[in-house]
């Protein structure tokens, strides 16, 4: 198993621009998650999904949409981005239903917002 | 609301000290599940332990202990002779039961270990 993989590891965008962060696990999972990680804030919740065709917005979800097809990928969707935006940003899923089990993180997308 | 707080934001200790890094969580939930994150310098995170709200034994795996105390709301993790390689970001987060709100991760803001050789 891969595991949870995250495409790209590293992205410059200008202001204004958009782009998509790709997600994808291969031990389906029905729950998958959107975080990202600031300097001295820990992690934050974006966006998550309890399965295909489910999401739902976590704590900071503003300027983030997602959509999930399929029970594989779990994409994140950047409008316009804002250097605000700049920050690491980890996807991560586990299995649903009965008692929480620790969720698997992917590796990474380091975005800078210029 | 949950919160989790890592009042420690850096530690440094040398080598084959212990080191204690102290997390403190807020809920108003009875069931909940406390875990602890390592995110090394390569930036991934990796899962270290879960513990349910209802199980309260403490967990010793290799170097690595874990201390939960209900009665002062603490979830308190010990590296005993510590090593180079411990030297990382470590994270606490605490999940509260309801599939419905997301189970999301509460994360507290991390602590820096670094140990010396």
């Known amino acids: 198993n891969a595991g949870v993989t995250q495409t790209p590891k590293f992205q410059v965008l200008k202001t204004g621009q958009s782009m998509t962060l790709q997600c994808a696990q291969d031990m389906n999972h029905e729950y998958m998650s959107w975080y990202r990680q600031d300097p001295g804030m820990g992690l934050r919740l974006i966006h998550y999904?309890?399965?295909?065709?489910?999401?739902d917005q976590g704590e900071v979800p503003n300027g983030y949409n997602v959509s999930r097809s399929t029970t594989e990928d779990f994409p994140l969707r950047l409008l316009s981005a804002a250097p605000s935006q700049t920050s690491v940003y980890f996807c991560a899923s586990r299995v649903s239903g009965g008692p929480v089990l620790a969720q698997f993180f992917g590796p990474g997308t380091r975005l800078t917002v210029l | 609301a949950q919160k989790v707080t890592q009042a420690q934001t850096e530690i440094s200790v040398v080598e084959k000290e212990d080191v204690t890094l102290d997390c403190v969580y807020e809920?108003?939930?009875?069931?909940?599940?406390l875990f602890w994150y390592k995110q090394p310098p390569s930036g991934e995170l990796v899962f270290l332990i879960r513990?349910?709200?209802?199980?309260?034994q403490n967990e010793i795996s290799g170097r690595y202990s874990w201390n939960f105390q209900k009665s002062t709301s603490s979830f308190n993790f010990t590296i005993t002779a510590s090593q180079v390689v411990d030297s990382a970001v470590y994270f606490c987060a605490l999940s509260e039961e309801q599939e419905t709100s997301g189970s999301r991760l509460t994360f507290g803001e991390g602590t820096q270990l670094t140990v010396n050789p």
């Open positions: 999904s309890v399965g295909a065709g489910i999401t």
């Open positions: 513990r349910n709200s209802f199980d309260e």
């Open positions: 809920t108003r939930d009875t069931t909940y599940y």
